[in-house]
């Protein structure tokens, strides 16, 4: 059955003249509202497709679009590409970025699932930025390589951060080898090589990014999202670890506690 979007008849205003009708991609956002409403459907509950909204609505893919975007921009519902569009529901706040706790760790304390997806575990050289925080010397000599691990992270099957970790290789050998599928790194690192982190610097700005990134968190690549870069230090000050990461902020916001 389609709806009547468009048939609200234009009331007059006070001298008289007919108002402005309401754009049609406002009128479709706020019908969605009311399909979520009055189905009541949950957080994470999948919407109808663009095209059945089209029919539903008797709209152009457009119209739809605009109205879905002004829902993803106002953290109604969020879009996982090529899977479509999901209730948003409460978006839950993540500690970690303003802590010395892991991803994993965190989100193990509020008993929630996390995956792992390892894109690459390898022994490597650094990139200049990697190799200037962890002080690294230049050069092709085995001081000088980092193993670096890249991960897709998800919180119960939903992508929320792409992480690219480089610690030097004489800290944690053998790390290269070591299964991280199912297991917390820093568990690993803590338990394994004794790595304890007491400070931390970090960046961060707001991104777009590649369409295979994009693809990597199921969103699209005019999402925006966060860019953090981060230098963790040993309790003397040593940099002990070095990692890039993109977050969606669409499924969680970060928090951060200011103590004077």
Known sequence: MKSDVASTPR????????APREPL????????LSLIQDERLPANAPLPSESDLCQRFSVSRTVVREAMNQLVYEHVIYKRQGKGAFVAGRRESQEFVGSIIGFSDEWFEK????????????????GARARELLQ?????????????????????GIPHMLVTISIPEHLVPGL?????????LYDVLRRRYGLHFQSADRWIEAVTT?????????????????????????????????????????VASLHFQIRR
Request: include cysteine; charge should be negative; charged fraction near 20%.
């Open 136 to 156: 690294l010397p230049a050069g092709d000599g085995p001081e000088s390589r980092v193993v670096e691990v890249s991960r897709v992270l998800s919180v119960e």
């Open 210 to 250: 590649t369409a295979e990134n994009a693809q990597l968190l199921e969103v699209t690549t005019s999402t925006p999202l966060i860019a953090i870069e981060s230098c963790a230090h040993s309790a003397s000050g040593q940099p002990i670890e070095y990692w890039q990461a993109l977050c969606r902020t669409d």
């Open 25 to 32: 991609w406002s009128q479709v956002k706020h019908a969605i």
């Open 111 to 126: 008993h929630r699932a996390v995956d792992r997806r390892i894109l690459r575990q390898a022994s490597t050289f650094p």
């Open 11 to 18: 009331p007059a205003n006070d001298s008289g003249t007919t």
């Open 176 to 184: 290269d080898q070591v299964p991280l599928q199912a297991r917390s």
